[in-house]
């Protein structure tokens, strides 16, 4: 693992801080939740994104990406995690174009992701069916017929999926509800009779949407990799989004962490700066701590999957589970520490306590990767 990050990273910080200070700022985001703003997003922005190459920075060259690794989009997530960015980065490129690039065809590859690249057009990975992660868990089923398949079922916390122009979504073809084997994943048109997008809003300001499929057809050819082997391209996918979840995780627990530390500098009470008490230095202290604890497995985990090291899995456990400890603490302290003003919506801080709290529910908590873990280790 590289302890100091390279010079062209160094510099892609810089780029990508300046970028989301100058035009994703956390107002960004409460005037699009105030306004109830249709897309969620801004598209002029998601656009500029793809002119740095943000949107394709994992894809491979030849389909219009720039063919760099995890680090440096981790690079890229903790700044947009810093200003909470509710531009699409995660949905569209990291879980549903890596499914695309980890388990399409070439002809699969060569239509979507260059649109991707472009922000052109926007996909959505449809997985997830309750309100817990789990991700054998499915009975959205889809049927043989004459040259297709018949796809029935719904979907939850699709993460902007109102805006995809293809859903990926994952059925069964056979197997029980909790069975690794029987997946399979499906491009699906959602302008397709019998396709029903309603886009929901997570408490967090997050773009989702509930996606029920009632008897669509869908041609042989929109089938993603092989039938009944789809855990083959989730796994995968889920344990690179989950790293990435990581990165961005640590950038708003580290934004988090700095405004507490500047306003424990100027608030005063009883005449006296509050950041002179010894107990809260304390516990500033402990949060800075956690965080260099974050950062150092942060750092790992990118580096394993451009390493391609057998230990991901584990890897990933162990930095999900790290990351949701700290961002919970970071974010209850640094309400404590704003005090009264900090339940309140007037002040930003309470926007990183929701984005802490569903950001460690997205793709397993802390438990569910500590149990995860336990399972890989032969437990």
């Known amino acids: 693992m590289p302890l100091v990050p390279t010079e062209e990273q160094e510099m892609l910080r810089k780029t990508a801080r300046e970028f989301v200070t100058e035009n994703t ?28 190459g943000w949107t394709g920075i994992t894809l491979p060259e030849e389909y219009g990406g720039s063919g760099l690794g995890y680090a440096e989009l981790g690079v890229i997530l903790e700044e947009c995690g810093r200003t909470l ?4 980065l995660l949905a569209s490129v990291v879980l549903a174009a890596e499914a695309v690039a980890l388990g399409g065809s070439e002809e699969q590859k060569r239509e979507l992701l260059p649109l991707v690249c472009s922000g052109d057009q926007g996909l959505a990975l449809a997985f997830q069916e309750s309100g817990r992660f789990h991700p054998y868990r499915v009975t959205t089923s889809a049927t043989p017929t004459d040259g297709g398949y018949r796809i ?9 999926g109102h805006m995809a122009g293809r859903l990926i979504v994952v059925a069964r073809t056979s197997g029980a509800e909790f069975e690794r084997g029987g997946l399979s994943l499906f491009l699906v048109d959602p302008a397709a009779e019998g396709v029903e997008v309603t886009r929901t809003s997570m408490v967090d300001g997050r773009n989702s949407a509930r996606v029920v499929l009632s008897g669509v057809e869908v041609p042989g050819g929109s089938l993603l990799g092989a039938i009944d082997d789809g855990a083959a391209i989730l796994d995968p996918v889920f344990d690179r989004a989950t790293a990435a979840v990581c990165a961005e995780m640590l950038g708003s627990a580290s934004e988090a962490f700095e405004r507490t530390v500047e306003y424990l500098k100027t608030r005063e009470q009883f005449g006296t700066r509050i950041g002179t008490f010894q107990a809260l230095k304390h516990r500033a202290a402990l949060m800075f701590c956690e965080l260099e604890l974050s950062r150092s497995i942060v750092a790992e985990v990118l580096s394993a999957i451009d390493e391609e090291r057998e230990e991901l899995p584990t890897l990933v456990c162990t930095a999900k589970a790290r990351l949701s400890d700290t961002a919970a603490l970071v974010s209850c302290e640094a309400i404590q520490m704003h ?13 990183f306590l929701k984005r802490a709290r569903t950001a460690e529910l997205f793709l397993g908590d802390a438990h569910y990767h500590r149990d995860r873990f336990a399972e890989l280790q032969g437990f």
Do not use: C
Not at 25 to 51: F, N, T
């Open 339 to 351: 005090g009264g003003i900090g339940m309140t919506d007037e002040e930003e801080i309470g926007f």
């Open 25 to 52: 700022p956390v107002k960004h985001l409460r005037a699009l939740r105030d306004s109830k703003d249709p897309v969620g997003y801004s598209p002029e922005i998601w656009k500029q994104m793809s002119e740095l």
């Open 152 to 160: 029935s079922g719904s979907k939850q916390f699709v993460l902007n």
């Open 85 to 88: 960015t509710p531009e699409p």
